[in-house]
């Protein structure tokens, strides 16, 4: 699998598809010398393809550690990966690749963005929600004062090495997280023939009735499921890679990604008040069942796919009703980095494959859905 991200007609990154991280040296080779950043969690992969690297190269390849959570996602942290970058004598060629999560590919990402300038980057990203969003399209950055992803810039990464097997070691809280963002695609753009968000409801049903507890490691029980759910990574990676192509500064297209996200972002900052610990894609899977039936009170879709939609991601082992008065995600909602003029872009849904952009009130949004609770 190779998909292009092109941008003004210039192809500017690759997702690449590996069965095995020995296969992700050799297309390094052109670059004279590479750093590794990688999340702490995944060390041992990381360490696994550092060493591989350093064979092919004939030479050491320096690698740093960071720990990678929400409230680490800081300029500080960056700050430590540029020190690192020139402790080690990071040049403008240098490649730097970052191992791990979204957090650790935005941080990274962002880095390799300011340091000298700018340097290349790559990521093998490690969890399904990068694998299939986060590391794609070149969004990188960190919170700031409160705000998420509030300092940062688009650019995008040579290669998104795309190696399903790295996910067998994820928790499968993690990789619930990802399946909202792969259902998430595919509710916006199926290819056409409904099939991959069907199949998705499938091999997620099968994988939630395997009956794995939330901190479990996925495993050896993941395996089964490995080569089709490569194939669907790969088909929401195209998805991705096509809009990030078609609008890569989000001015407009690019902005169907965001489906569900803003109800997402209201309800992890009420979380994170209350001290609750919903992750990303949870809140995400919440904020889609609100978005389905906000656009069946607008007339958008019938009510019979706003409750599928629904019925279908708890069927996947994913949270869909929002536990907080909807009042209280009013102040974030309308904070969303896309207001303008006090109106937010809600991405709502016509059909599977079928979403709209429409500009709304927050309060009219939260109007209408109040007669669900
Ligand atoms: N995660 C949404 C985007 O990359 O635009």
């Given at each position: ?182 259902l998430?695609?595919?509710i ?100 889609m069942v609100?978005c389905a039936r ?7 879709c019938?009510?019979?796919l706003s409750d599928k939609i629904r019925k279908d991601l ?6 869909v ?28 849904i016509?059909?599977i ?21």
């Amino acid at each position: 699998m190779t998909i292009p991200v092109t941008i003004d007609g210039k192809v500017q990154g690759q997702v690449l598809g590996v069965s095995d991280l020995r296969e992700i040296p050799p297309y390094l080779d052109t670059y004279p010398s590479l750093r590794i950043v990688y999340d702490i969690n995944v060390r041992p992969l990381a360490m696994e393809l550092k060493g591989a690297l350093s064979v092919e190269r004939g030479e050491d390849v320096p690698a740093f550690a960071i720990s990678c959570s929400e409230e680490g996602k800081t300029l500080h942290t960056v700050q430590d990966i540029c020190t690192w970058l020139l402790d080690t004598s990071a040049q403008r060629s240098t490649l730097l690749l970052a191992i791990g999560g979204g957090i650790c590919t935005d941080m990274a990402g962002f880095a390799a963005c300011i340091y000298k300038r700018g340097i290349p980057f790559a990521f093998l990203p490690t969890t399904l929600l990068a694998q299939v969003d986060a590391a794609i399209g070149g969004k990188t950055g960190v919170n700031f004062q409160d705000f998420k992803n509030m300092l940062g810039v688009i650019s995008q990464p040579v290669y998104t090495f795309e190696c399903p097997t790295s996910l067998l070691t994820l928790p499968y809280r993690e990789f619930l997280g990802g399946a909202a963002e792969l259902l998430k695609t595919f509710i916006l753009d199926d290819g056409g023939g409904k099939v991959l968000y069907e199949e998705t409801v499938s091999l997620l049903g099968e994988v939630h009735s395997l009956g794995l507890k939330k901190e479990e490691r996925l495993g050896d029980a993941l395996l089964p499921y490995l080569p089709a759910l490569g194939k669907l990574i790969g088909a929401a990676a195209s998805v991705k890679a096509s809009v990030v192509s078609e609008d890569p500064y989000e001015r407009g297209r690019r902005k169907v990604l965001n489906l569900g996200h803003t109800f997402a972002h209201g309800i992890e900052h009420e979380a994170r008040v209350r001290g609750d610990a919903w992750s990303h894609g949870e809140a995400v899977s919440m904020g889609m069942v609100l978005c389905a039936r906000l656009s069946s009170s607008l007339g958008l879709c019938t009510e019979e796919l706003s409750d599928k939609i629904r019925k279908d991601l708890g069927g996947c082992g994913l949270p869909v009703e929002c536990p907080y008065p909807l009042s209280s995600l009013r102040g974030a909602m309308s904070v969303d980095k896309k207001a303008r003029g006090g109106k937010v872009p809600f991405i709502l849904i016509g059909d599977i494959g079928d979403v709209r952009i429409v500009e709304l009130e927050v309060e009219e949004a939260l109007e209408r859905l109040e007669r669900y609770y």
